[in-house]
Structure formats: structure tokens, C-alpha cells
């Protein structure tokens, strides 16, 4: 019952296509490049040299990490063939005939758009919202059904409320990345890639233990 929901629902967003042809194009770009988005994000608050952006950075790619683990294990346990490989579908997107079960993508997403949410960052809506429309381009384009981008948005989601939580209440995650940073910055300072001006990380007050907001 819950598969022929999840096909009929990919056949109707997947048709939508044909219905709506004049947003392929950007489908497309949402498919294949706008994932892209969040790691330029990423640079960008870590080349802010603020230590708080840092921690984010930090805390968003052990999250993605852990999320990328799981689904590599449930893609295995579960294994689901592509949209495209059983059923005759409209697939705008090239892709390999892989396992579909869960979507990396819209893990990825929802991953770091749920970390800038939970620190508080300018324009999270919109990064929640990119990750919304990076998942429906994913069955629009073909390559995955429905149930595919829920699992991938709730594992990811779920991985970043965890990380995010676990980090914040125990000192020794915060005290180590911090002193990943510290040491990161000693050789940004030797390569000259830090402004001298900018204040060293300091040890003496753990994010996990005073709950260091990133600055918007």
C-alpha cells in the first residue's frame, strides 16, 4: 500500500515535468548544483576567522559525516533500485543506476540547513527552504521517490539536532574542537593566510559548556 502511495506520488510530481516544462531548467540547477550552495556557505563562515562560525563549520561537517555513514548502511540493508532502472519515467538528470534508499542529497540538505537553523544564522529560512526544493528537484529530475527524500531530510535533520545537542552538553566535543582550531590557525597564521589582527582562539571557556552562539 505505502509503495504504490510513494510510486503515484513520484508520477505525479515526476509528470509535472511535462506539465510545467519551463522550470527544467531550473530543476535541474537545483538537482545538480544547488547542494554546491551550502558548501560555498560553509567556506564563507569558516574564512570569516570567527571562532564560533569555526565551531559551526566544524560541528556541520561531523554532522553530514554521521548522516553519510547511516545512510551508506541503510542504502546496503535496504536496497532500492532508482526510479528509472524499473519504471518508465522522465529523467532530465544523468545519474548512475545506484541505490536510491535514502537520498543523499536531501540528507545533505537538511543536514546543514538544520544547523545553520539551530545556530541561529541570518537567512536560515531560506537555506531551509533551498533544502525543500533541492529534495523535490530530486524526484521532479527522476533519480529518486519521495520516500527516498524523507528518510535522507529526517536522518539528516535528526543527525544535526543530535550532533548539535550532544556538543552542547558535554565539554570534552567543544574542548577538542577547539583545540582542532587553535591548532588549524597556528598554521594559517605561519602561511599568512589570517590577518594578524584577528583574535586567537581561546581554551579557557568550552563552547559545549557556555553554549557559544555564531554570530549572525
Not at 519504471?87 to 545553520?116: R, Y
Not at 529518486?144 to 565539554?171: E, M, N, Q, T, W
Not at 590557525?185 to 586567537?200: D, S, Y
Request: with cysteine; net charge positive.
Amino acid at each position: 500500500m505505502l509503495i504504490n502511495v510513494d510510486f503515484a506520488l513520484f508520477h505525479w510530481i515526476n509528470e509535472l515535468a511535462n506539465h510545467l516544462a519551463f522550470l527544467n531548467g531550473t530543476m535541474r540547477f537545483l538537482a545538480q548544483y544547488a547542494p554546491y550552495l551550502f558548501g560555498v556557505a560553509l567556506l564563507v563562515y569558516w574564512f570569516t576567522f570567527k571562532t564560533p562560525h569555526r565551531m559551526m563549520v566544524l560541528e556541520a561537517v561531523i554532522t553530514v559525516c554521521i548522516g553519510f555513514i547511516i545512510s551508506w548502511g541503510l542504502g546496503h540493508l535496504f536496497y532500492r533500485d532508482r526510479p528509472f532502472v524499473g519504471h518508465t519515467v522522465i529523467q532530465l538528470i544523468h545519474h548512475d543506476p545506484n541505490a536510491s534508499f535514502p537520498s543523499n542529497h536531501a540528507l545533505g540538505a537538511f543536514a546543514l540547513a538544520a544547523i545553520l537553523w539551530l545556530h541561529h544564522q541570518k537567512y536560515r529560512v531560506l537555506w531551509m527552504v533551498l533544502a525543500v526544493l533541492i529534495a523535490i528537484s530530486r524526484v521532479w529530475t527522476g533519480v529518486h521517490y519521495p520516500s527516498d527524500i524523507l528518510a535522507g531530510a529526517l536522518i539528516g535533520a535528526g543527525c544535526a539536532v543530535g550532533v548539535h545537542k550532544f556538543i552542547r552538553s558535554r565539554k570534552l566535543p567543544g574542548i577538542f574542537m577547539q583545540a582542532a582550531i587553535i591548532f588549524y590557525e597556528q598554521w594559517e597564521q605561519k602561511l599568512g593566510l589570517k590577518p594578524v589582527a584577528q583574535t586567537k582562539t581561546k581554551m579557557d571557556k568550552p563552547t559545549s559548556s557556555v553554549q557559544i552562539k555564531s554570530r549572525r
